[in-house]
């Protein structure tokens, strides 16, 4: 059975950090394109940022570059997104994708910058 668990959010105010985590199972984690996604209310759904399985090569959205960074463990089939320097404007639910032969999507983490 396939699971994407994303953990990690939560309120913090304008400034300060959090790392979301998500944890995979049930396929093949280091074959895949892992990403984050975030939607924010009234919103569509966007690329946060994107980690390639074999290179480990990232690819950012402008609004978050500088100041997010993803990353992945495959020992332990996690991947990560490091967030610095939190806006108002990065408050949304932060969801995990994976992508290969098959598209998977965690339920999400809700991330709320506010003071």
Not at 64 to 76: E, H, L, P, Y
Request: charge should be positive; include cysteine.
């Amino acid at each position: 059975q396939v699971q994407l668990v994303e953990s990690g959010g939560g309120l913090v105010q304008p400034g300060g950090s959090l790392r979301l985590s998500c944890a995979a199972s049930g396929f093949t984690f280091s074959t895949y394109v892992m990403s984050w996604y975030r939607q924010a209310p009234g919103k569509e759904r966007e690329l946060v940022a994107r980690i390639i399985s074999g290179t480990s090569s990232t690819n950012y959205a402008d609004s978050v570059k500088g100041r997010f960074t993803i990353s992945r463990d495959n020992a332990k089939n996690t991947v990560y997104l490091q967030m610095n320097s939190l806006k108002s404007e990065d408050t949304a639910v932060y969801y995990c994708k994976a992508s290969g032969t098959v598209v998977y999507w965690g339920q999400g983490t809700q991330v709320t910058v506010s003071s």
